[in-house]
């Protein structure tokens, strides 16, 4: 299994592992801290700081994502946006966690419980942080009332 860096703590991926400290970081920038996004882009997790931009539809940083070598995070992104595809890949490509915490943000109970019955709180919360902001980007886009500028 290749890890980057020397990092310790929980894995995301086979290829990549993040330190709780890290994870809670990343859920907060999801959450629209932008101290804590900036500080992400800055200090070695590129990744993660573009995958809060392109969660919130931003294409550059969707673009990013893909040439950069971050598909699986693309493809995390798609399904919590409710592409079955995009859980069938990551599944087949050995990403069946990034799938759960996709299913979990697409407003799916049962996958978030399941992440958590595995011990895996911390990306149960990445779930639903990133549901958060999923849910209020399709409420601003069904709001006759409201232009959204995501």
Not at 93 to 103: Q, T
Not at 122 to 145: G, P, T
Request: overall charge positive; some cysteine.
């Amino acid at each position: 299994m290749l890890l980057s860096r020397a990092r310790k703590g929980t894995y995301l991926t086979a290829v990549k592992q993040y330190s709780p400290k890290i994870i809670v970081a990343w859920a907060e920038a999801i959450s629209g801290n932008k101290k804590l996004r900036d500080w992400l882009a800055s200090n070695g997790y590129a990744e993660l700081s573009a995958f809060t931009y392109a969660l919130n539809l931003d294409n550059n940083a969707r673009a990013w994502l893909m040439s950069e070598g971050h598909p699986e995070l693309m493809a995390l992104i798609r399904g919590a946006e409710g592409e079955e595809k995009a859980c069938m890949w990551l599944r087949k490509n050995k990403f069946s966690k990034l799938a759960l915490i996709a299913e979990g943000a697409d407003n799916d109970d049962d996958a978030v419980r399941q992440l958590l019955l595995d011990g895996n709180r911390e990306w149960a919360m990445i779930s639903l942080k990133m549901r958060s902001v999923k849910n209020d980007i399709q409420s601003d886009h069904d709001d006759v009332h409201k232009f959204s500028t995501r």
